[in-house]
């Protein structure tokens, strides 16, 4: 297994395994080729791939504002999981976002997601309580 930076060559695979995951949610817009592009443009040094032969088995994008680093996609196909790669995407994200000044992390995952919660858990992160979520969309097409 070969960990590496992900470049939008990737995204074909990637998106494939995003789409094979449950618990994932993909935007059309933000996730579309266009979206991970603008995305790796803006964080080229902290976002991540695993990858098993010539196969994409995992996926991290890492990013942040100048303030806070934010986590997305990170994920490894189930065929390869409790093997280390989940933890190993973690780890090169976060010391991607350390390198650049990122004191903190953030992550969003949907409550369905009781893989998700156990996997982030084991790896150190604390879900927030005190807490509540919100959004608003600025494109419509971004479904």
């Not at 990737?10 to 998106?15: G, T």
């Not at 976002?47 to 490894?76: K, P, S, W």
């Not at 992160?125 to 479904?143: K, P």
């Amino acid at each position: 297994m070969v960990l590496r930076l992900m470049s939008i060559c990737d995204y074909a695979p990637a998106y494939s395994l995003w789409m094979g995951a449950a618990g994932v949610g993909l935007r059309s817009v933000d996730d579309s080729r266009e979206g991970i592009a603008k995305f790796l443009t803006r964080n080229p040094g902290s976002c991540f791939v695993a990858e098993d032969g010539n196969q994409i088995v995992g996926t991290i994008l890492c990013g942040h504002d100048g303030r806070r680093g934010y986590i997305y996609h990170a994920m490894v196909a189930s065929a390869h999981r409790q093997r280390g790669i989940g933890r190993e995407l973690v780890e090169a994200g976060l010391a991607a976002l350390r390198a650049e000044g990122i004191n903190r992390v953030g992550l969003v995952a949907f409550r369905s997601n009781e893989n998700g919660a156990a996997f982030w858990k084991a790896v150190g992160f604390e879900r927030r309580e005190d807490l509540s979520y919100w959004n608003v969309s600025l494109n419509g097409e971004n479904r």
